[in-house]
């Protein structure tokens, strides 16, 4: 059979040394020409008869910006969930990112002592500002809130029993199941109450010479309703402390404050009052800075946390704790609402509405849009019941069409949602900077949508 190409291929060499390719890495270059110039000898591709050496370099070109192409891609978040556990959870100032890039783009103090010129504590920077805004005697951070709770429980109960509520037995999205992280850290589980109900008395009952710690689990994204009961954390600090037990809550998302869009949920400033002896919390939640592990507690069990070699594994790099250190820099200095997490979560009704408005004014098919009260939740494993009010531009269009109409919007980078068959762009988790790309992106789709 005649081979379908008629391509002359050119010496590599050659071919490489073409002012297109100046400034490019030549042994990325080299693959991707190699890999070419076999498929067309091996027929597995199939050119254009006029394909000339100009075009292999095209060709060569498109493919290594194929390969270079990023696959984290921005998105604007219309779904109205602000801890949006899919698309990245808490947003991060942009000024933020651009100090990181002054304090740790070169060499940094990380881990060096300035005044005495000797090697530093690497946790430092963190736990003063830590300490004072949570109310803490000391504070460390590692890689994730699941980090914190394995490094907790084979720190101070590994080969010793932990007790847990059945009703905290949780599992959090991305498979992060309370049981199984135990049972990888060396704690025995043990397991009080039942799944509605348990109870201070079976706290106290289940406590053995080898208990070591009792802890509480957020529940996160589930509720317990109906013929109910719970120990609170605050009840269980003097229970376990009178006990010469542990107590530890994994507390997974944890405002700094109080807020009203927190409903009934405690705030770590009152958490604290009560004196808990360990608390961990994610960095991406509440807080709304970057994926990290809070633990925080007394002095003396954060000291033997920081001499388990397993911190090593865990422990977090200078772009953390640089977002970390300036998230909470801006809490001290200007309270929550520097942070956009918190910003977005308390907007007020009457912001959304301009906000609509604003989108309105840039969007040519206006007919296509309406303004309509709705709710949301926070998200990110926060306040599971807890609705907030949010407004939102609903997309007038046929029930059938809503499937295909988000998916275009998807492929646009807005990501929305359907309630009531109908495509809603909630106003709750856009930030003011992105009205006028969602008023492009909506024209552009509504164009095609024709
Ligand atoms: C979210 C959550 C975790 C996991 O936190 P990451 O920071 O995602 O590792 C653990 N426990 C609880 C209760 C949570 O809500």
Redesign the pocket.
């Known amino acids: 059979m005649e081979p379908k190409n008629r391509t002359r291929i050119p010496q590599l060499g050659k071919f490489l040394d073409r002012a297109e390719f100046i400034g490019l890495n030549r042994q990325s270059l080299t693959e991707i020409t190699r890999k070419l110039f076999e498929e067309i000898r091996n027929d597995t591709i199939t050119l254009s008869p006029d394909t000339d050496e100009n075009r292999l370099v095209q060709l060569v070109l498109s493919r290594l910006d194929f390969l270079c192409q990023d696959l984290l891609v921005p998105l604007i978040n219309a779904t109205g969930i602000v801890l949006h556990?899919n698309l990245g959870?808490s947003p991060i100032e942009k000024s933020i990112l651009d100090e990181m890039q002054e304090s740790i783009g070169n060499y940094c103090n990380l881990e060096f002592d300035i005044t005495n010129g000797k090697r530093g504590e690497r946790y430092g920077h963190l736990t003063k500002k830590l300490s004072f805004l949570l109310g803490c005697e000391d504070a460390i951070v590692v890689?994730?809130?699941?980090?914190?709770?394995f490094l907790i429980l084979n720190t101070f109960a590994s080969g010793k029993e932990t007790i847990v509520s059945r009703g905290e037995l949780?599992e959090?999205?991305?498979s992060?199941r309370?049981p199984d992280v135990m049972h990888a850290s060396g704690t025995q589980l043990k397991e009080i109450g039942t799944t509605n109900k348990t109870k201070a008395s079976d706290y106290l009952n289940a406590i053995t010479p080898e208990t070591a710690i009792m802890m509480k689990?957020?529940?996160?994204?589930f509720s317990i309703v109906g013929f109910t009961q719970e120990v609170p954390f605050e009840e269980l600090i003097p229970l376990a402390q009178s006990k010469n037990i542990i107590d530890y809550y994994?507390?997974?998302?944890l405002s700094l404050y109080d807020a009203p869009y927190l409903g009934d949920e405690i705030s770590a400033r009152k958490l604290f009052e009560f004196a808990p002896s360990l608390v961990?919390?994610?960095?991406?939640?509440l807080l709304g800075s970057v994926?990290?592990?809070i633990i925080a507690g007394k002095k003396e069990l954060i000291k033997k946390i920081k001499k388990n070699q397993l911190l090593r594994m865990l422990r977090v790099d200078k772009l953390t704790m640089a977002v970390l250190e300036k998230t909470l820099t801006r809490y001290i200095k200007h309270g929550p609402n520097a942070i956009k997490t918190h910003k977005l979560l308390s907007k007020s009704l009457k912001c959304m509405e301009t906000q609509s408005d604003i989108i309105l004014s840039h969007v040519t098919h206006k007919h296509k849009l309406s303004i309509g009260k709705t709710s949301t939740y926070a998200g990110?494993?926060?306040l599971p019941q807890h609705q907030i009010e949010s407004l939102a531009l609903i997309i007038d269009d046929h029930p059938k069409n809503a499937e295909n109409m988000i998916k275009k919007l998807r492929n646009n980078g807005l990501i929305a949602r359907i309630e009531k068959d109908h495509v809603v762009l909630d106003m709750r988790s856009i930030d003011d900077e992105e009205l006028l790309n969602v008023a492009s992106i909506l024209n552009t789709v509504f164009e095609e949508h024709q």
């Open positions: 556990t959870r890689n994730n809130n699941a980090s914190a709770v949780v959090i999205g991305g992060f309370v689990v957020h529940r996160s994204n994994d507390a997974g998302s961990s919390f994610s960095g991406d939640k994926q990290a592990g990110g494993g926060s």
